[in-house]
């Protein structure tokens, strides 16, 4: 037999044992119906057009911080920006750790067991 009969004869075979693994296998059940909702979604989501997706919203901070003038929006629609902090901290994006001291964790006993007498060990 060739390769692609003895896949055919194969197929038959797994297709002619699916309605009794349905029936008496619950393993087979579940694996099956999660197998069918994940190739739902997928093809959905292949299906979906690029034009219904969009990007997400840009941060606060990256967008002009003004707020609208007040003759053009009544004034329980107007917002403002929160203030900025003065004092920036020592580690931020951007900025050299130059000045910054690091000082080790202090000591735990995390993990160890305690000694012979049952009591920890300091």
Excluded: C, N
């Amino acid at each position: 037999m060739t390769a692609v009969a003895v896949t055919r004869t194969w197929l038959r075979r797994m297709a002619a044992a699916v309605p009794a693994a349905w029936h008496y296998d619950p393993v087979f059940r579940w694996a099956a119906i999660g197998a069918g909702i994940a190739l739902a979604m997928l093809v959905l989501r292949l299906a979906a057009s690029p034009a219904l997706r969009q990007p997400p919203p840009l941060p606060a901070s990256a967008g002009s911080a003004k707020p609208a003038p007040a003759s053009d929006v009544p004034a329980a629609r107007s917002w403002s920006v929160p203030p900025l902090p003065t004092a920036m901290p020592k580690i931020a994006p951007g900025r050299s750790l130059a000045g910054v001291t690091v000082t080790p964790a202090p000591p735990d006993r995390f993990g160890t067991a305690p000694g012979a007498a049952g009591k920890e060990q300091p």
